[in-house]
């Protein structure tokens, strides 16, 4: 009895205009809890700027920027340099020429592609081979007009390789799969699954910084030096074109 | 003579398929990204019906051509000679291996054979491959479960054009 007497007030209509300043309020409170209490914190911000930190902080922090802004400039400008540099040597070694896939033997004792393009086309033994996501493999044998590729997952490929940032070195050693094996040549290595490997300039047979893959998986416990596992970046299953230089 | 010449083109024109079967891969044809070994179902028919020297004969051609495709130095040149050699001897068979399972089963082994091979060569030159028992699995059971179809209408397709088993017609 006593309930419904009580909703019988709470609901009345002379009630309900009566206290309609109460209600506004919490219309508006509803607001703020919708707006993750956006009014508020400006309210609080401009109530409480007489009492913000003093410029002093302000200018050590702009004098912080301007230092790094220098920075930037200074390693932009060194890799402008080393990218001219690069491109030069690029221009020396003649240009990319691309070749299209006309056979994919990716799995089994041997991997290698034919590509439909040779001697001919300027295509010579020991050439890299990419393809949009990274290196592929060197040319390991040509006719005029096609080129045998020996992909980074043939047992017999070896390439030199480190990681980027030149924190390790180590050569990649093919197994018959498409997650080679990177056994680095130092035991102190700082690897973590993600890191980017890239060629080494130390390789003779490739040009430097041509990106080979990420780091899957590390096995600190190998001997002599931990080894890795390489997710290729290049997929070679669905190539149909590659570079070759 | 006539006969001879048709037998060797049919001969060359099949080699040719096997090769450009090799090369081309065709994904239709693979198990988990594996292809059948092509070479010992042409190879099985062949020797089965024209005997060992023929078998490991037509073994070694095959073999080199199939070397020469790949950049491996992998060699398959022997054991095909000895599975052309070995299949050869069933060509006295006296049971109709045609309709057993017989070749199947020579496939499977053939094929067993001839992965073996490439894992001991690899093993010989301090490389390995992760994959050796997948690859070899799957090739084998590929190659076993199309090998009584393909190879016994090839056999019999041999038989058809090999002067030995071509019989003078009866007058009528």
Redesign the interface.
């Known amino acids: 009895m006593a309930l419904r007497t009580n909703l019988k007030r709470l609901l009345n209509p002379r009630l309900l205009l009566a206290s309609w300043p109460w209600l506004l309020l919490l219309a508006a409170f509803a607001v703020l809890r919708i707006s993750k209490g956006a009014l508020l914190l400006d309210f609080y911000a401009q109530a409480t700027r007489p009492f913000w930190p003093g410029s002093a902080q302000q200018e050590w922090l702009q004098k912080a920027q301007r230092f790094e802004d220098q920075q930037r400039i200074a390693l932009l400008e060194a890799k402008l340099q080393e990218q001219q540099q690069h491109q030069a040597l690029q221009l020396q070694k003649g240009p990319w020429l691309t070749a299209a896939v006309i056979?994919?033997?990716?799995?089994?004792?041997?991997q290698?592609l034919?590509l439909g393009a040779g001697a001919l086309e300027g295509i010579r033994v020991g050439a890299a081979v990419t393809a949009p996501g990274g290196l592929l493999g060197r040319v390991?044998?040509v006719t005029p007009s096609t080129a045998?590729v020996?992909l980074l997952g043939?047992?017999?490929s070896r390439v030199a390789v480190e990681l980027q940032g030149k924190r390790g070195q180590g050569i990649l050693v093919g197994?018959?799969?498409s997650r080679p094996r990177l056994a680095f040549l130092d035991k102190d290595v700082e690897v973590l699954p993600g890191d980017v490997v890239i060629t080494s300039p130390a390789s003779t047979i490739f040009p430097a910084n041509l990106i080979v893959g990420v780091v899957q998986k590390v096995n600190f416990e190998a001997t002599p030096a931990p080894e890795a596992l390489i997710q290729l970046s290049a997929p070679v299953k669905a190539i149909d074109w590659v570079r070759v230089r | 003579m006539a006969i001879a010449l048709d037998r060797s083109r049919a001969l060359f024109a099949t080699g040719l398929l096997v090769l450009l079967l090799t090369?081309?891969?065709p994904s239709l044809v693979q198990l988990?990204?594996?292809?059948p070994c092509w070479v010992v179902l042409w190879l099985l028919p062949w020797a089965v019906v024209e005997g060992p020297v023929a078998g490991a004969t037509a073994g070694i051609a095959m073999g080199l051509l199939l070397d020469a495709l790949?950049?491996?130095?992998?060699s398959s040149v022997p054991v095909l000679a000895l599975l052309g050699f070995w299949w050869g001897q069933f060509q006295t068979a006296r049971r109709p291996l045609e309709r057993s399972t017989t070749l199947g089963l020579l496939a499977l082994l053939g094929t067993l054979l001839l992965?073996g091979s490439?894992a001991l060569q690899?093993y010989g030159?301090a490389?390995?491959?992760?994959?050796?028992w997948q690859?070899t699995l799957a090739?084998t059971l590929l190659t076993a479960l199309i090998a009584p179809l393909m190879c016994s209408l090839l056999v019999l397709f041999w038989r058809r054009i090999s002067p030995q088993y071509l019989q003078p017609r009866s007058p009528q």
């Not at chain 1, 994919?104 to 041997?110: D, E, L, S």
């Not at chain 2, 790949?70 to 992998?74: A, D, H, I, T």
């Not at chain 2, 490389?127 to 050796?132: G, I, K």
């Open positions: 056979s994919r033997n990716i799995q089994g004792w041997w290698q034919i390991s044998s045998r020996l043939d047992p017999s197994d018959g799969t | 090369l081309a891969n988990n990204g594996i292809p790949q950049g491996s130095n992998l992965n490439y690899l030159r490389e390995f491959s992760r994959a050796a690859t090739q």
